[in-house]
């Protein structure tokens, strides 16, 4: 009877009956009642989340936690997701078990501590139990974070931190667990605040009075700093270091420790190492030994503040000490193999300015002389006259450029034998996508495998799309005739209609007039592309074919000639009837560069007798038209393209292919799109193999939009299209261009490769690249910061001529700017490091030449990074040599 009125008090929500009969109960009686309050869980999980089943769950959660004997299932009862909003209360459930052993107690409550810090287990309840079990207080992650928002909540115990802190009798044992976890100062970094009421201050005056080890808070905290971790919780540590005030005497103990965080840690807290050490240094509590070693490091980091700093403190210990010259002077030269110019040249004064003070002693000049090599070629010449050296060799550098090897088409492997392994590659690629070959591959055997064993396919398929969600819908379901109208969603389209779980009338709807793409610039790509898909689809259940026709031969999307006509030969010989958007996509992909083997296939094409042989062999023998006629329009601050009619792709193809051939207008062409995705794009470039301009004019709004609006991934397509085949011409240059001034770091490393690509298949265009980046800068569609840190990483691979050609004829536009801006106007942002990255590209490649505007710039007054860079670039192109 009391498990009874147990659960029906359960039900009814009413938790103080509930826990005055689970007091009455013995452990056996608990355990009765448990398989009642399950199923009541598993009823309530299905019900609908209102107050009628709200009601009953802080009821179950405290009689279910009581109820269990162990204290593995008591955890796991109390943490339980279906819990966490809707739970008995810390109180309540400290007295249902208040009556358990402290041994058990104990376990529960490092089970419970030691669960993630996002089950939010209540810190009351945690505790609670330490204070019921007497156990040893918990350092886990949940239980600190617990137990610093619960000291950080002012509303709870009144007064300050610190009088909080005060009176905690587990106050060191709850710091030192900060210092140790990894997870949880990010958490609370919030609640240190700021102001005298703060963390940092309340910890810092706990050890000033002594309730807190100063010494170990000063070890904690530089520990923390030197293991790392996100710059929030650094932040944390190097407050709280600072709000501690080591003494001289604290921070001369740890010089090793300053040292490494002053080369390795994140720029904040190299900062504060650096300073406390220049400190120490101008102090003479520094050695020159000291010195070099934490030079050494920091010389090489990449913020120029920190590098800056340490060489105007070398300077200042060399002019208050000359004797320390040959220690610390080969620690300037460290400095000369820095990627920044200004750096390499500001050491190098250094090095003037001291060198006389070397003895002839101990090696140092000879040390210098050895680091002369790391200087960019303009500087180096200038230090090995410095100091005497010779060079190995008075023949000019042959300089020696660096591409990546040219991309090489691979044939596209045979279809899958088995469905199992075809079930694999198509598992690969409804997960995480794929490129043209491992599409194409798939997609042919899901028609091969259909065409000889429907059954068995599906069987070996049925594992991979268990967790698709139209897997177990009614193919009747509005919802996914729709789902598919507004795209075949690539494979899936066809896996659905393999399992029956999509109509027939919306597959033959499809094929007789296609999806509703609309009319934006991708609509003519991607309603070709996705023709095949539907017409794939609809013949597995119309009338299934043995092959696909239009399967490419290489990866790019190519397809030999000889093999298709093999294919309709095969087609010719089974009566089969090829698919007329198949059929269509395999003219678009066959090669006719080859007229001999074009002419020679044709021949055996018309022989076949069928409409698809006389059609290829007339495809075959047509001379190829030239790309359509292109002409530049200018949105806002874009230039686009727009172009003119193919004739060829028109006539007899199929509805869904003849917009690839109309006229591509700019402000036509721009209504809905449903195209913000790139898994589909990347099929785009093989769906007309050959003729890359077409996919590069309708793409390049959209790579455009990476510079222009900051968008992110939109240039991800630029390395497949600089390997696809066909003219690079003004749509694909354009493209790089907008790409190497993309906002996000990986659109411009996509443009970089790109760009390479080009260059190493000798398609490179470099003065129309320069002229057309030179024209988006000034009309503000690239901003030259962001262009200077893409050409800077195309040079650092190597290719320092290829850039150089790309620079000539993309600087005059910009110093140009800048002469008409007279004394007065000042240098476009991003300028000054353009110029330094030709510079060194017209020193390491041996470039010589005018350039338009140079002089005037170079003999400007001042010493700006613009000024200062042209002067050197003018040097380097206009000196006979350099050694």
């Given amino acids: 009877m009391s498990g009874e009125a147990l659960l029906n008090a359960v039900r009814a929500g009413r938790t103080a009956e509930a826990a005055g009969l689970l007091d009455g109960m013995t452990d056996a009686e608990r355990r009765a009642c448990l398989p009642a309050l399950k199923e009541l869980r598993k009823e309530l999980r299905t019900a609908p989340w209102n107050a009628g089943s709200r009601v009953a769950h802080p009821a179950l959660h405290a009689a279910g936690a009581a109820c269990h004997s162990g204290a593995a299932g008591a955890a796991a009862w109390i943490a339980a997701a279906d819990m966490r909003w809707s739970q008995a209360s810390p109180g309540v459930l400290l007295h249902v078990l208040g009556d358990r052993e402290t041994d058990w107690l104990a376990d529960l409550t490092y ?237 190098l004064k250094l090095v003037e300015r001291h060198v006389c003070a070397l003895s002839d002693a101990g090696g140092a000049r000879d040390r210098l002389g050895e680091l002369t090599d790391d200087l960019s070629p303009g500087l180096r010449l200038r230090a090995r006259r410095l100091l005497g050296v010779e060079a190995l060799d008075d023949a000019p550098v042959v300089h020696e450029e660096v ?3 040219a991309p090489v088409p691979a044939r596209l492997a045979a279809a899958p034998d088995s469905a199992a392994e075809l079930a694999e590659e198509v598992s690969a690629l409804l997960a995480a996508g794929g490129g043209v070959a491992p599409f194409e591959r798939a997609l042919d055997g899901l028609v091969r495998h259909a065409h000889d ?12 799309v268990a967790r698709c969600w139209w897997k177990d819908g009614d193919p009747r379901y509005a919802r996914t005739g ?183 207008t700019v402000f036509k062409d721009r209504w809905y799109c449903r195209h913000w995705g790139v898994m589909d794009r990347r099929h785009w470039p093989a769906v007309v193999p050959g003729r890359r301009e077409l996919v590069a004019a309708r793409l390049l709004r ?81 901003k030259p910061s962001r262009l200077a840190e893409s050409i800077r990483m195309a040079a650092a691979t190597g290719a320092y001529a290829t850039v150089w050609s790309v620079l000539r004829d993309l600087l005059p536009a910009l110093l140009a700017g800048l002469a008409t801006d007279g004394a007065g106007g000042g240098p476009v942002r991003g300028l000054g490091e353009l110029l330094a990255v030709a510079a060194d590209c017209a020193e390491r490649s041996g470039a010589r030449g005018d350039l338009a505007h140079l002089a005037g710039t170079a003999g400007r007054r001042g010493s700006s990074k613009v000024v200062t860079q042209a002067r050197r670039l003018r040097t380097a192109l206009t000196q006979e040599a350099a050694a």
Avoid at 453 to 464: C, I, K, S
Avoid at 537 to 560: I, K, N, Q, S, V
Avoid at 704 to 730: F, K
């Fill in 482 to 664: 729709r789902y598919f109208r507004e795209s075949p969603q690539g494979l899936e389209v066809v896996l659905a209609a393999l399992f029956e779980r999509v109509g027939t009338d919306t597959l033959h709807s499809a094929v007789q007039r296609g999806t509703t793409s609309g009319n934006c610039h991708h609509s003519a790509l991607s309603r070709a592309f996705e023709a095949r898909l539907w017409e794939v689809a609809y013949r597995l259940g119309a009338d299934p074919m043995p092959f696909l026709l239009a399967t490419p031969t290489w990866d790019t999307g190519l397809l030999e000639p000889d093999e298709l006509v093999a294919r309709l030969t095969e087609y010719r010989r089974l009566d089969a009837r090829p698919g007329a958007a198949d059929f269509a996509q395999a003219l678009l992909r066959v090669r006719r560069d080859d007229r001999t083997k074009a002419a020679a296939a044709a021949v055996r094409a018309r022989a076949l007798g069928s409409p698809e042989g006389y059609r290829l062999a007339h495809w075959l023998t047509a001379e190829a038209p030239p790309l359509p006629e292109s002409r530049r329009r200018t949105a806002g601050v874009r230039i686009l393209l727009e172009l003119g009619e193919l004739e060829e792709i028109q006539g007899q193809f199929p509805p869904e292919f003849r917009p690839l051939g109309r006229p591509f």
């Fill in 702 to 782: 959209d790579i455009s939009a990476s510079a222009v609006e900051d968008s992110r991934a939109d240039a991800a397509l630029l390395p497949l299209l600089a390997e696809a085949d066909g003219t690079a011409g003004e749509a694909v240059h354009l493209c790089v261009a907008y790409g190497l001034g993309a906002r996000h770091p990986e659109d411009r490393l996509s443009s970089v490769d790109a760009l390479l690509i080009l260059a190493a298949r000798g398609q490179l265009d470099a003065g129309r690249l320069g002229t057309d980046v030179g024209e988006l800068v000034c009309r503000g569609a690239v």
């Fill in 403 to 405: 591409l990546p090897p």
């Fill in 111 to 347: 089970r419970l501590a030691g669960r993630p810090v996002t089950s939010r287990v209540p810190f009351a309840l945690l505790s609670g139990l330490v204070a019921l079990s007497g156990c040893e207080v918990p350092t886990t992650d949940a239980y600190v974070q617990g137990w610093f928002e619960h000291i950080g909540a002012s509303w709870h115990g009144g007064g300050t931190v610190v009088q909080r802190l005060r009176q905690e009798p587990h106050l060191p044992g709850m710091v030192a667990a900060l210092f140790e976890s990894l997870d949880v100062t990010g958490q609370i970094a919030w609640l240190f605040g700021d102001g005298p009421g703060s963390w940092y201050n309340a910890l810092a005056e706990l050890a000033e009075e002594g309730s807190l080890d100063r010494e170990v808070l000063l070890d904690a905290c530089v520990a923390r700093l030197l293991r790392g971790g996100v710059p929030a919780d650094q932040r944390v540590f190097l407050r709280l270091l600072s709000s501690l005030g080591p003494t001289r005497d604290e921070e001369s103990e740890r010089c090793a420790d300053w040292t490494a965080l002053a080369s390795q840690a994140m720029p904040a807290v190299a900062w504060h190492a650096q300073s406390v050490l220049a400190s120490l240094a101008l102090d003479g509590e520094l050695t020159s030994r000291q010195l070099a070693e934490m030079s050494a490091g920091v010389l090489f980091r990449t913020e120029k503040k920190l590098v800056r700093a340490q060489l105007v403190l070398l300077g200042k210990v060399l002019r208050r000490d000359p004797s320390a010259a040959d220690v610390l002077l080969p620690a300037v030269a460290e400095a000369f193999g820095h990627q920044d110019t200004e750096v390499q040249e500001r050491a």
């Fill in 453 to 464: 064993d429907r059954g068995a396919l599906v069987e070996a398929l049925a594992p991979v």
